[in-house]
């Protein structure tokens, strides 16, 4: 009933720049959390940033000053601004979404989405 979309993925150079959005759509839902999470190739996927319903961010510990998480409640989207990227952020960037469903009269979940991944390469 709920789908994540992400997009703004790409091919960049090393020390550039590139945003990723992630649209939640559906009806009748509520979004607690959000997130983003990458994995590279070989690697297990790891998070990368939080963003709570509040605002209230945390970020992997290699990333902070790098990276910025943000999210608009009333377009149901999250952000992730990525600056100075590095030949070792490439990776599949995933959304992922704490969602409650309201459906038939009740609440549902909260149960984690998870997007379908877009990819960010960096490099010359």
């Known amino acids: 009933q709920v789908q994540l979309v992400e997009s703004g993925g790409g091919l960049v150079q090393p020390g550039g720049s590139l945003r990723l959005s992630c649209a939640a759509s559906?009806?009748?839902?509520?979004?607690?959390?959000m997130a983003w999470y990458r994995q590279a190739p070989g690697k297990e996927r790891e998070l990368v940033a939080t963003?709570?319903?509040?605002?209230?961010?945390k970020y992997a510990d290699s990333l902070k000053g790098r990276f910025t998480i943000s999210r608009d409640n009333a377009k149901n989207t999250v952000y992730l601004q990525m600056n100075s990227l590095k030949p070792e952020d490439t990776a599949v960037y995933y959304c992922?979404?704490?969602?409650?469903?309201?459906?038939?009269?009740?609440?549902?979940?909260?149960?984690?989405?998870w997007g379908q991944g877009t990819q960010v390469t960096v490099s010359s």
């Open positions: 992922n979404a704490v969602i409650s469903v309201y459906l038939g009269g009740r609440w549902y979940g909260p149960s984690n989405y």
């Open positions: 559906g009806r009748a839902f509520s979004i607690n959390a």
């Open positions: 963003i709570t319903s509040a605002g209230d961010t």
